[in-house]
Nanobody, 124 residues
Framework: QVHVVQSGGGLVQAGGSLRLSCAAS????????MGWFRQEPGKVREFVAA????????YYANSVKGRFTISRDNAKNTVYLQMNSLKPEDTAVYYC?????????????????WGQGTQVTVSS
């Protein structure tokens, strides 16, 4: 069992930056690919970024590539999402999740453990 707790988020102007943090409990944290997803009201949850167990490989949605950076510190059982050059279309609830099921790292169904979600609002 993994418990995922998020922090960060908030309101920022377009072009600004935010950093989200995701702390996960459990002794097997480094056995999970970790991902970030986001969901706008009335829309399906979409993939944002993911990072491999060791942190050596990262994956990004095209919409955030070059602006967002995912990282992890396995010693702290923590994953981060650094968001730069934010745009109004980045506004969403962001979720951190642990992949405990399969190789489809961009699919929410592969992630069995989820954080509570945190609101990111980017004003124009």
């Amino acid at each position: 069992q993994v418990h995922v707790v998020q922090s960060g988020g908030g309101l920022v102007q377009a072009g600004g930056s935010l950093r989200l943090s995701c702390a996960a409990s459990g002794r097997t944290f480094n056995s999970y690919t970790m991902g970030w997803f986001r969901q706008e009201p009335g829309k399906v949850r979409e993939f944002v970024a993911a990072i491999s167990r060791s942190g050596g490989t990262t994956y990004y949605a095209n919409s955030v590539k070059g602006r967002f950076t995912i990282s992890r510190d396995n010693a702290k059982n923590t994953v981060y999402l650094q968001m730069n050059s934010l745009k109004p279309e980045d506004t969403a609830v962001y979720y951190c999740a642990a992949n405990d099921r399969g190789p489809l790292i961009s699919s929410p169904v592969e992630y069995g453990y989820w954080g509570q979600g945190t609101q990111v609002t980017v004003s124009s």
